[in-house]
């Protein structure tokens, strides 16, 4: 039976994070630190016009690229949060969540032999796709004492004349680090000096902390080779809606949305009404409470583990920290599986998340400050029996 699976889905590995939680799924009585996603309710204007469009019948296809209604909100809330200024009927597409962005940016862009550059860590999805569309995954190892910032050196030192496109992701998961406009820059003329196109993954562009956002894409020169994406998954706590949407050229929507077109037809109908909700009136006020909430569990979070000892960058974004566990000599995967035996305490290995993930564990603080007060006393008696 084996024969009729293809080769490049067969040596793909499953996610790390999938495999590390089918594990956690049988100890029903542990706590964990390692889920992605919001610990907020859906705010409730939104969940109710969800449900108000199911209950009034609106229930049929949309446009393939979404509500136009909703597309203008988008293109409102792009040069709001992007300063970038996008045509809502030619340059943007609403999808099913980001995922379904980056996997049909990367099938439309990528030949076979061409090169991607994907920082790591970084979100799981990056370098198998590249695998399966037939491009080569270029991976650069961030390094923590650049904060996880990519560097415009380390750029220029994996570019060859097969490198096509630069995946960006920040605010990171699961380092929970930011690149700043400064750092922007200087990877920006890189980008344009040998002719790249970027994808720039932005779904943790409302969570930010101690300076303001900052895309790629509103830099001189980038817009014309920049796709966004983004989505609601995590500033408005959508996860199970899966909503999300790019932003880009013309030229280049017109093709995204032909493969959108084939794959998906369009995104659900009832999650396009929830979000447009959420983008009317002052989202703002929707976003800035669950923010803050995220800003103080980080502040305990952070300051929790440097007084036990572990070092760890303080996050700027997203809602993760990723402490250094090297030092006690396991690897993180086996420092993860003895946490979860010993202690009931789930997190995620680094190395889930690209080769220099190794030596760290990314811990979620998407958690009530009463859970993660307990997940701090059970990780130090750990700890303290290690040291």
């Not at 380092?175 to 993954?201: C, N, Q, S």
Request: one cysteine or more; aromatic letters at 10%.
């Amino acid at each position: 039976m084996r024969d009729f699976l293809t080769k490049k889905i067969t040596d793909i590995q499953p996610s790390g994070i999938r495999k590390f939680f089918d594990i956690v799924s049988e100890q029903p009585d542990a706590i964990s630190l390692g889920v992605g996603e919001p610990d907020f309710d859906t705010p409730s204007h939104m969940t109710q016009e969800g449900v108000r469009s199911i209950q009034e019948g609106r229930t049929f296809y949309t446009a393939n690229a979404g509500l136009i209604e909703l597309r203008e909100k988008i293109s409102d809330y792009l040069l709001f949060r992007n300063k970038v200024n996008y045509d809502p009927k030619t340059e943007i597409v609403v999808t099913v969540g980001g995922s379904e962005a980056i996997d049909i940016a990367l099938r439309t862009f990528v030949d076979p032999g061409d090169e991607v550059i994907i920082p790591q860590p970084s979100f799981v999805c990056y370098e198998p796709i590249t695998q399966i569309v037939g491009g080569t995954p270029v991976t650069i190892d961030l390094k923590a004492e650049n904060q996880f910032m990519l560097t415009p050196e380390e750029l220029e030192g994996v570019l060859t004349e097969k490198s096509k496109i630069l995946i960006l992701s920040y605010p990171n998961n699961p380092t929970g680090g930011t690149m700043d406009r400064e750092a922007l820059i200087k990877i920006a003329d890189v980008v344009k000096k040998h002719d790249l196109l970027v994808i720039t993954d932005e779904i943790y562009a409302e969570l930010v902390y101690d300076e303001p956002f900052t895309s790629i894409a509103e830099l001189p020169g980038m817009r014309e080779r920049t796709i966004v994406i983004n989505g609601f998954s995590k500033g408005f706590a959508m996860t199970g809606w899966r909503l999300g949407f790019m932003a880009g050229p013309e030229m280049f929507m017109e093709q995204l949305l032909k493969l959108h077109q084939y794959t998906i037809m369009a995104a659900p109908t009832a999650s396009q009404y929830a979000a447009l909700a959420g983008l009317k009136n002052n989202w703002q006020e929707t976003v800035e409470p669950m923010r803050l909430s995220y800003e103080e569990r980080r502040n305990y979070l952070h300051h929790a583990l440097e007084k036990m000892g572990l070092t760890c960058y303080k996050a700027k974004g997203a809602f993760y920290l990723f402490p250094q566990i090297s030092q006690f000599g396991l690897s993180s995967e086996e420092f993860a599986l003895r946490l979860l035996d010993e202690e009931k305490l789930a997190v995620v290995p680094g190395s889930a998340f690209g080769k220099s993930g190794e030596g760290f564990i990314r811990l979620s603080y998407a958690y009530s400050i009463y859970e993660l007060k307990e997940a701090i006393q059970r990780l130090e008696r750990f700890v303290t029996r290690l040291k």
